[in-house]
Nanobody
Framework: QVQLVESGGGVVQAGGSLRLSCTAS????????MGWYRQVPGNERELVAT???????NYADFVKGRFTVSRDNAKNTVSLEMNSLKSEDTAVYYC??????????WGQGTQVTVSS
C-alpha cells in the first residue's frame, strides 16, 4: 500500500519561507519521480516542481528562482523549499509520485497560506 505523508504547511507572511516535506512508503522510492502540485479552489491542479530518479528537476515558471525541490532517497523523502512567498502561492500543495511502472499517487494535501 502506497502512502505519502506531507508536512510543513501553514501560514506565512508575504516574502517569507516555508519548507514542505513528503515521506513515501510502499514504493521503490529511488526509482520514482517525485514532486509537488498545487490547487486553488475552482482551479485545476498545477505542477509546481518535480525531481526524477536521476535528480533532474523541473519547475513551473512561476516558481523558478524561488522554490527548490530536493529528495533524500535514504529517508524516502521529497522536500520543497519555498522562499519569497507571494499571496498568489496560497494553495493546497500535494505531494506526487510516479513510479517506474508509470502509476501515480498523491498525498492528502497540505495548506499553504501567504498573507499580504
Amino acid at each position: 500500500q502506497v502512502q505519502l505523508v506531507e508536512s510543513g504547511g501553514g501560514v506565512v507572511q508575504a516574502g517569507g519561507s516555508l519548507r514542505l516535506s513528503c515521506t513515501a512508503s510502499g514504493i521503490i522510492f529511488s526509482w520514482s519521480t517525485m514532486g509537488w502540485y498545487r490547487q486553488v479552489p475552482g482551479n485545476e491542479r498545477e505542477l509546481v516542481a518535480t525531481i526524477s530518479s536521476e535528480y533532474r528537476t523541473n519547475y513551473a515558471d512561476f516558481v523558478k528562482g524561488r522554490f527548490t525541490v530536493s529528495r533524500d532517497n535514504a529517508k524516502n523523502t521529497v522536500s520543497l523549499e519555498m522562499n519569497s512567498l507571494k499571496s498568489e502561492d496560497t494553495a493546497v500543495y500535494y505531494c506526487y509520485v510516479r513510479e517506474f511502472t508509470s502509476r501515480t499517487y498523491w498525498g492528502q494535501g497540505t495548506q499553504v497560506t501567504v498573507s499580504s
